[in-house]
């Protein structure tokens, strides 16, 4: 896998993932599998999926509804986070979520950070990523071109679901070594740094 050429020039729309990409999240990840008995090396939405008992995905949505709940009430604003909401609307930019998260979770972790963002994409609408099914739908939506709309995550998963849209990808760091930064088409340290990208555009 590879990135899309990025040419900010033409960015008509921002995409962001949602835990720690806008908002922190500080999900035990390793706990939840334990619980629900899901492999290190397999995708947890996916195993749920493939559970041929009806209780146990009952009972493993409900072990991953709550971690999301406590996930969202606990949260809060990445740096930057609310400035580069403000610019874009400012700049007249569009914008949306698209999160691996259920919407229940999800609007609660954006109702309790006050994100001004009200196009929400979860995994009820629509095959979670890396698929692209969620962003090919927005660029539907907007009658846009996939080269006029950037992703922005924090996980390789953002960086494949741009790339299998063909749509460019920005991988925000927080600051910290990563090693997906080659599949992305733009790296950042903080989402301040995006900004100040993105205000470069008419220059």
């Given at each position: 896998?590879?990135h ?17 990409t806008?908002?922190?999240?500080d ?10 008995g ?23 949505n ?21 400035s580069?909401?403000d610019f874009?609307?400012?700049n ?6 698209i999160t691996?998260?259920?919407a229940?979770?999800?609007e ?7 994100l001004r963002?009200?196009r ?9 990523k890396?698929?692209?099914?969620s ?5 539907d939506e907007?009658n ?12 390789l998963y ?8 063909d749509?460019?990808?920005?991988l ?5 070594p ?12 903080h989402?301040?740094?995006l900004?100040?990208t993105?205000s470069q555009?008419?220059?």
């Open positions: 896998m590879s899309v050429p990025l040419n900010i020039r033409e960015i008509k729309a921002v995409v962001f993932d949602l835990d720690n806008l908002v922190s999240s999900m035990d990840f390793r706990w939840l599998r334990e619980q629900i899901c492999p290190l090396d397999q995708d947890l939405l996916s195993y749920v999926d493939q559970l041929e008992c009806h209780d146990q995905t009952q009972q493993a409900e072990l991953i509804l709550q971690h999301e709940l406590d996930d969202a009430s606990a949260s809060h604003p990445m740096p930057g986070c609310l580069l909401i874009i609307h400012s007249q930019l569009l914008t949306a979520i691996r998260n259920c229940q979770a999800a609660q972790k954006i109702a309790h950070n006050q963002i009200s929400i994409i979860t995994r009820e609408h629509f095959p979670p890396p698929a692209p099914d962003l090919l739908s927005l660029a907007w846009l071109a996939p080269h006029q709309i950037l992703y922005v995550g924090d996980f953002d960086l494949q679901a741009a790339f299998n849209a749509m460019p990808s920005c925000v760091t927080h600051g910290k990563s090693n997906f930064a080659p599949f992305a088409s733009l790296v950042v340290e989402l301040h740094d900004e100040h993105l555009r008419h220059l």
